[in-house]
């Protein structure tokens, strides 16, 4: 039998008037819907057009793009009683499990995770659940649902409120911001505060790859290589194997062997630049004119690859002025 749970996931902020009802209940419960895109404002505007009725709503989207999130959002900008979600994925859904999470989640909301996978002898069950009124039906599906197969008390719950999840790809305007949040949000949970950033490659990497579930996909990725990281950066050697494969690591260059499946050279080279340019700047303090005597660099060269591969040192690194040779160097540090 499958259980009945509260989903606590925590995931994925400007707005119309429709949109900022959604974003405030949000940041008041400590959560935010990260990006701006037209994509995803138009599903805040279609939540926020929802949450004073207590009409049923279906997210339709892949793997990853959200689904159970978008639900919870629905739900706490309600803010009304308890949050039960009834999923397949320990057991399939009978009676007696839609049953007992209707009774749970009485006055609240009832999220069922799948709705194209249930069996459809619980059709007229849901709906009855959905008719009585005092709970706010939710569902997920992957897919939306086929009128020629879906039963028809099922099709008829979810007519008029299916709302599409966009892809990541369809979110493109969005990456950056949701780097950035997974970024901070990992950091702060390992208490990596010697992790200052994101190399310029690796951010390239992240934004260009297709993940396969998307959101959650980005997400796990940047988990991990925040757990990888050495610092004082996140680079493209932390990130998962299926991003970086079609890169070989700059090492194997410089060592003289080629990969046997070929690499990248731009990339390679790319990548160690950032590297040995990030080393010498932690080295000197982030000062620019030592930083370029270490790497062999005209000071001019280094400053316009700092600009170019768009790095920022940590706020440790803006020592005070003590020194006329101190104040000269800030000053051509300014420039």
Same mark, same amino acid.
């Given at each position: 039998?499958? *259980?009945a749970t509260l989903d606590q996931h925590n995931h994925e902020t400007q707005p119309s008037s429709q949109t900022r009802a959604v974003r405030q209940a949000l940041v008041s419960m400590g959560s935010r819907v990260v990006g701006q895109s037209a994509a995803i404002e138009e599903v805040v505007r279609m939540i926020g057009g929802l949450t004073m009725s207590r009409a049923p709503m279906l997210f339709v989207g892949e793997p990853g793009t959200g689904k159970r999130f978008f639900a919870r959002v629905l739900h706490e900008t309600a803010a009304q009683g308890p949050l039960v979600v009834l999923s397949d994925e320990g057991a399939p859904i009978d009676d007696a499990a839609l049953r007992t999470a209707? /009774?749970?989640?009485?006055? =609240? *909301? &009832?999220?069922?995770v799948g709705i194209d996978r249930l069996p459809e002898g619980l059709a007229e069950e849901l709906a009855a659940i959905s008719n009585r009124g005092d709970t706010r039906l939710i569902a997920t599906a992957e897919r939306p649902l086929d009128p020629s197969s879906c039963h028809a008390a099922l099709c008829a719950l979810f007519t008029a409120t299916t709302v599409h999840l966009p892809t990541l790809q369809e979110r493109a305007d969005d990456r950056p911001l949701l780097i950035q949040h997974f970024?901070? &949000?990992?950091?702060?949970?390992? #208490?990596?505060?010697?992790? #200052? =950033?994101?190399?310029? +490659? @690796?951010?390239?990497? &992240? /934004?260009e790859h297709a993940f396969v579930d998307h959101v959650r996909g980005l997400d796990r990725a940047i988990e991990q290589a925040v757990g990888f990281a050495e610092g004082p950066y996140v680079t493209v050697s932390d990130l998962p194997e299926e991003i970086r494969s079609a890169q070989a690591q700059a090492a194997p260059l410089l060592l003289g062997a080629l990969p046997v499946q070929g690499l990248d050279l #731009?990339?390679?080279? +790319? +990548?160690? /630049? *950032?590297?040995?340019? &990030?080393? @010498?700047? /932690?080295?000197? =303090?982030?000062?620019?004119? #030592?930083?370029?005597r270490l790497l062999g660099l005209n000071r001019t060269t280094l400053v316009e690859m700092i600009k170019r591969k768009r790095l920022a040192p940590p706020p440790s690194a803006r020592r005070p002025i003590s020194t006329k040779a101190d104040a000269h160097e800030a000053l051509a540090d300014a420039e």
């Open positions: 039998m499958s *259980t209707a /009774e749970s989640a009485r006055g =609240g *909301t &009832l999220v069922v970024f901070d &949000l990992h950091t702060t949970r390992a #208490r990596r505060s010697d992790l #200052r =950033g994101i190399s310029p +490659e @690796a951010i390239a990497r &992240l /934004e #731009r990339a390679a080279v +790319e +990548e160690f /630049e *950032t590297r040995m340019i &990030l080393q @010498a700047l /932690e080295r000197t =303090g982030w000062n620019k004119n #030592r930083a370029s």
